[in-house]
């Protein structure tokens, strides 16, 4: 147990569904990050959040729309998905994502399967 | 960005066996940090390690900064220890010490 939760944990959605990953951490940190991780590749980095607000978004298809409305609550929604964005989705937190580097811990992932 | 290899790729290890994990970096970093994912996906934190030498166990990790290279050891190892270890790490900038960027992984795999 890290202390960051995601759910569901598994999802199957269909090219024209629209669904949602959320992630939650009671650590009390104030940033927040997705990642992805497909097959055969690296873990990418997605968004990042730092006190509420973005900082970051490498480059990532308006499919894909995060929102954190809190520094405990991460969402990933999703629409309109491609068969290749199947993948392991995984939320992480850390203390600050600004000036120092701080240690990020990752929840258990959604493994999400686009038909 | 940063690139991030790790060798060897895989790893097949007869149980008591001692191994070593290398990671290396094509610029410097901080924010380093090792990971061993488990089978249903999750990221455990093994050792947070911008520099120097730590232990948890049987696990040690060290890290040259100056070489921009990470070393994981495992000692005596055991089935438990099968899985895939990443390490990861972020640039030395000012807005970018954050933004870990992830080897390959290495794949373990204990023979009992």
């Known amino acids: 147990e890290t202390g960051v939760t995601q759910t569901p944990r598994h999802l199957v959605m269909g090219m024209t569904n629209k669904k949602s990953l959320k992630c939650e951490q009671h650590?009390?940190?104030?940033?927040m990050y997705w990642y992805k991780q497909s097959a055969k590749k690296p873990l990418e980095l997605m968004f990042v959040y730092n006190f509420k607000e973005q900082t970051e978004n490498n480059s990532v298809p308006s499919r894909f729309s995060p929102e954190c409305p809190n520094s405990s609550h991460l969402f990933l929604h999703l629409h309109t998905l491609q068969p290749e964005d199947s993948a392991l989705y995984l939320c992480?937190?850390?203390?600050?994502?600004?000036?120092?580097?701080?240690?990020?811990?990752f929840g258990p992932g959604t493994r999400l399967t686009v038909t | 960005g940063i690139q991030v290899e790790q060798s060897p790729p895989d790893l097949i290890l007869q149980e008591g066996a001692n191994s070593t994990l290398r990671c290396n970096f094509s610029d410097s970093v901080n924010n380093l940090q090792w990971f061993h994912q488990n089978p249903w996906g999750q990221l455990i934190n093994l050792f947070y390690?911008?520099?120097g030498t730590k232990q948890n166990g049987r696990l040690s990790a060290t890290t040259v900064a100056t070489e921009r290279y990470s070393l994981l050891y495992i000692s005596s190892s055991q089935t438990t220890d099968s899985g895939v270890y990443f390490c990861?790490?972020?640039?030395?900038?000012?807005?970018?010490?954050?933004?870990?960027?992830f080897g390959k992984g290495n794949q373990v795999v204990v023979i009992p």
């Open positions: 990861a790490g972020s640039p030395s900038l000012y807005y970018g010490n954050n933004r870990l960027a």
């Open positions: 650590l009390g940190h104030n940033a």
């Open positions: 390690i911008p520099s």
């Open positions: 992480a937190s850390s203390q600050g994502a600004g000036a120092l580097p701080y240690e990020q811990y």
